[in-house]
């Protein structure tokens, strides 16, 4: 473990103690596992806290240390009787400490001494930390895991949400609402990382006219310090109490002053903490002013004799690399001149220039005065590599910003790095159990390998497709848990809450559709021919629908689209067939891609950077149904999936139509009649082929592995 970090444990190991005393002798290991998310992805980690009150694990996100403190003492006392399940705790333990004691992986520019620092808005590590919002956080998530899993020198940095991100309800209308729950810090595997006094370390960051205080926490992820910055600290000032209230707030003042304390407070939380950045990694731009802080001459933040703003970029740029994510225009968020003056008041006088130079770094372009100012462009400006989310989102990427760097798009300099998914997190439990008979010892550790993925070629087909079925009675039985609940809870009739429960069918055809709700995902093609659509519904071979995305809250066309859906019910059959899962989160997300058997995804192509949750239902045996944009414009080889044609089209209604078209065309003429053709036994040979090749493709290829390895050589020490 890095030294530097090992000094930031302290807050950590007691509480890990503390935890300790409430439980019998013998169980006290679990609670310093469950200080360490590492036991999510450890084989049995999961059962391991499941087994002390399976229900109640689900019930609080199977949240490890309030499952300990909760506990009663009857469940503990039996627990601590039981020699099987002492022994599990012991291996698991023991499996945690050796995966920590491995040393750090070498790279060129950066070590223990000099880690990587990996700044994000968002991190999706689990659903007991809500401090995420869709696929930007649960990516930085999957980053942080295979960064453990390949030993590598990182950490990361993000805010301590105490609101999270948005709770959804639907309403009997079909329209979205919201609401938000606070979290309470002493029952997260989360600890203040605390002085060589015992006392909260604090930093302070520069917001509106005044300094404001942040509290420091750390969450273990693997071999990974994930540290998070708290303004809830008292002696601020409300408001200033509230900016790491909410993720992506809706007050824009807010969410300015949120990425001005990630980006200065991260450097200066590590700097407080001993630990100087080898390089700093920016997913997304948010954590930009970050660049400036790095050029500064400590914790403190006072700044170098004689360095101004244009000479901090330059001397940040040889440790700064950037992500950008997105080729929607909401997705480079930008702000009027002054708001941004008054947000950033202090910061110019900092490095003894004016407004007018802060505001031109945050700009295409910098002789536009009067045009509003972002965190993209500065990143853009500050790193010494840039790199898009997918081969076709590096296309989009340099065409956007040529004018920023005053190139052809050809020349732009901005490459890409293809997202990819952590395997062991999201794939379907029974998918996972089947290639570990198949593909070998630590398969995982060589899943950016081909030939690690080539005796799934063998696999009998009987034997995947019982594996794609348990996955799919696993999801059917989650669905049938939650599916009246919602319904009633939304004012429906007891009759529709109970009709999905009983109709749906666990060797139904499962389509799937999940993401965030927004114009350009193009939810609405599923019901863009309304009669058309009800007849795969109700035709003779089952088929079933399983959507969910929430919208935000500030955008009503999306939440428009939404209630449209809503519209179907009143169909003859509909609501047996159709099921929206309300409150979308890793959880339903990971049960949607490990169970769907077809994956469909339509947004409006080039407006796709990546997505990742078709990796993640490819990885479980599902298959994609996609427009060729994002990963699948790089995926699809006409033997792994369906795809839906990726030119852009400026006449929208006329794009849309055809689309739907292919969509319904395709299910109707090609993923249907594989479905049904069955040998003698019932199997689908024709699917399971494709389900193999999807497999040995998607695999190897869209694996976290692959991404990280692929930052290493590309980015990290290019």
């Not at 991260?266 to 660049?291: C, D, T, Y």
């Not at 400590?298 to 700064?320: E, F, I, P, Y």
């Not at 348990?470 to 999801?475: G, K, P, T, V």
């Amino acid at each position: 473990m890095d030294e530097p970090v090992r000094q930031a444990t302290q807050g950590r190991e007691e509480a890990v103690a503390s935890l300790a005393d409430r439980l019998p002798e013998p169980l006290r290991p679990l609670a310093r596992i469950a200080y360490n998310y590492r036991w999510s992805w450890l084989p049995g980690g999961h059962d391991l806290f499941a087994r002390l009150d399976p229900d109640r694990w689900q019930r609080i996100d199977r949240n490890p240390v309030r499952a300990l403190i909760e506990a009663t003492p009857a469940s503990l006392a039996e627990a601590a009787a039981d020699d099987a399940y002492v022994a599990e705790v012991e291996r698991i333990a023991t499996a945690l400490a050796e995966d920590l004691a491995r040393p750090a992986t070498e790279i060129e520019r950066v070590g223990p001494d000099a880690p990587i620092a990996y700044l994000c808005a968002e991190f999706g590590i689990h659903p007991s930390l809500p401090i995420y919002s869709g696929g930007l956080g649960v990516l930085a998530g999957d980053i942080c895991k295979e960064a453990s899993d390949l030993a590598l020198p990182f950490v990361g940095v993000g805010l301590f949400y105490r609101r999270g991100y948005f709770h959804q309800r639907v309403n009997l209308a079909g329209w979205q609402q919201e609401y938000w729950t606070e979290v309470d810090p002493d029952l997260l595997p989360a600890a203040p990382v605390l002085t060589a006094d015992g006392t909260p370390l604090e930093v302070s960051v520069p917001v509106w006219d005044r300094s404001v205080t942040l509290r420091v926490w750390r969450v273990d992820v693997g071999r990974v310090a994930l540290f998070l910055l708290d303004s809830d600290v008292a002696g601020n000032d409300p408001a200033d109490r509230w900016i790491t209230a909410r993720l992506y707030d809706a007050n824009r003042d807010v969410r300015l002053a949120q990425y001005t304390v990630l980006g200065l407070g991260a450097i200066r939380a590590l700097r407080a903490i001993g630990i100087e950045p080898g390089l700093v990694h920016l997913n997304e731009g948010h954590g930009a002013l970050s660049v400036l802080e790095l050029a500064t001459a400590g914790a403190d933040g006072d700044h170098g004799a004689g360095t101004d703003l244009a000479s901090a970029v330059a001397a940040s740029r040889d440790r700064v690399v950037f992500t950008t994510h997105t080729p929607v225009a909401a997705g480079n968020e930008t702000y009027e001149p002054w708001r941004v003056v008054t947000v950033l008041e202090q910061l110019p006088r900092r490095f003894g220039t004016d407004q007018k130079a802060l505001l031109s770094l945050g700009r295409v372009d910098p002789d536009e005065h009067e045009s509003e100012a972002g965190m993209t462009p500065l990143a853009l400006r500050a790193a010494r590599h840039v790199n898009a989310v997918s081969r076709r989102h590096g296309e989009v990427a340099r065409g956007m910003w040529a004018p920023l760097f005053g190139t052809p798009p050809e020349d732009t300099p901005i490459g890409h790095v293809t997202n990819g998914v952590h395997l062991p997190t999201w794939m379907a439990p029974s998918v996972r159990a089947l290639l570990d008979r198949h593909l070998g010892e630590d398969w995982t550790r060589r899943a950016d390998d081909r030939a690690t993925w080539e005796p799934v070629l063998d696999i009998p087909d009987a034997e995947l497709w019982e594996a794609r079925r348990a996955a799919r009675r696993r999801l059917i039985d989650y669905v049938k848990n939650r599916i009246a609940t919602d319904r009633l809870a939304r004012g429906e009739d007891i009759a529709y809450a109970q009709r999905a429960v009983r109709a749906l069918d666990p060797d139904a055809l499962t389509l799937g559709f999940a993401r965030r709700v927004a114009s350009y995902k193009r939810l609405y093609l599923l019901r863009h021919d309304v009669e058309r659509a009800l007849a795969l519904l109700d035709g003779p071979s089952p088929v079933q629908l399983m959507f969910a995305g929430k919208a935000h809250p500030a955008d009503d066309g999306a939440k428009g689209i939404l209630q449209s859906m809503f519209d179907l019910r009143g169909a003859s059959h509909v609501a047996d067939r159709i099921v929206f899962l309300e409150d979308y989160g890793m959880t339903s997300g990971s049960m949607l891609t490990g169970g769907c058997d077809v994956w469909l995804n339509v947004p409006r192509p080039p407006l796709e950077a990546s997505g990742t949750s078709g990796m993640k239902s490819a990885l479980s045996g599902g298959l994609n149904l996609s427009v060729a944009d994002g990963w699948w414009d790089e995926a699809y080889d006409g033997t792994n999936g369906w795809t839906i044609s990726g030119e852009p089209d400026h006449d929208h209604a006329a794009q849309d139509a055809r689309h739907a078209n292919e969509l319904y065309e395709l299910l109707e003429r090609r993923v249907l009649p594989l479905w049904n053709q069955r040998d003698a036994d019932g199997v689908p040979v024709g699917w399971c082929r494709m389900v193999k090749a999807s497999l040995v493709t998607v695999g190897p290829t869209f694996s976290a592995t692959r991404m990280m390895r692929d930052y290493v050589a590309q980015v990290y020490t290019g």
